[in-house]
């Protein structure tokens, strides 16, 4: 099993649906949560970061945190085209970052 | 804009041989750690340099190697080339020990093992 299991995509919907990117994680351990944005050719940019259960607004995007499940959440709303790209969701502690496989995101105009 | 640059940003290397790609951070940025990104998977944690020691390495063998150095600049060294080496290398900085508050990427070296 890998540590973090996320599901590759790609997801495709229309311009201003609200998208839910989802991650599971096995070790309980892992104590950050880390939500990546990785255009095609670049590295990636981080969108959001968390330390404990629960959501982290920040403009459109809303992180979610469920330890007790080991459940990570990425919400976009009014999507743009311009959000197309792949994201990564991230957990770790104090050795680095483990990432899931990213989700492939389309947004059509 | 990212404060982290990498260079060079592509590479062509044969087989066998050894390489050296280069990092330098934001100035601040005592934690720098390496990532592998084959095409379609997401980063592969490959090390972790916090003030110019070693502190965490993940599943790669010892033909990896890095240095950090007091300027906030790094290199990841890798020796005897394989063909499967061929990936994007990241390098992320941040400012604490823990990454508590995420890292920084750079765009990344292409390295292409022939």
């Known amino acids: 099993q890998k540590e973090v299991e996320q599901d590759p995509g790609p997801l495709s919907v229309p311009e201003g649906a609200i998208v839910s990117l989802n991650c599971t994680y096995s070790?309980?351990?892992?104590?950050?949560f880390m939500w990546y944005r990785q255009y095609s050719r670049k590295g990636p940019e981080l969108l959001m970061y968390?330390?404990?259960?629960g959501n982290k607004e920040d403009g459109r995007f809303t992180a979610q945190v469920d330890k007790s499940s080991k459940y990570i959440s990425l919400f976009i709303r009014d999507s743009q085209p311009s959000d197309s790209a792949t994201y990564l969701c991230?957990?770790?502690?104090?050795?680095?970052?483990?990432f899931g496989k990213g989700t492939h995101l389309i947004i059509q105009p | 804009e990212t404060g982290v640059t990498q260079s060079p940003t592509h590479l062509i290397k044969t087989r066998g041989q050894q390489v050296t790609l280069r990092c330098s951070s934001q100035?601040?940025?005592?934690?720098v750690s390496w990532y592998q990104q084959a095409l379609g998977q997401g980063p592969q944690f490959i090390f972790q340099y916090y003030r110019e020691e070693e502190n965490g390495r993940g599943n790669f063998p010892p033909r990896f190697s890095g240095l950090q150095f007091p300027n906030y600049s790094s290199e990841l060294n890798v020796n005897a080339l394989e063909l499967d080496d061929s990936a994007l290398y990241l390098c992320a900085s941040t400012t604490t020990r823990t990454g508590a508050y995420g890292y920084t990427f750079g765009s990344g070296t292409r390295l292409t093992v022939v």
């Open positions: 991230a957990t770790g502690g104090a050795d680095g970052l483990t």
């Open positions: 968390t330390y404990s259960s």
């Open positions: 070790n309980s351990a892992f104590q950050y």
């Open positions: 100035s601040g940025h005592n934690t």
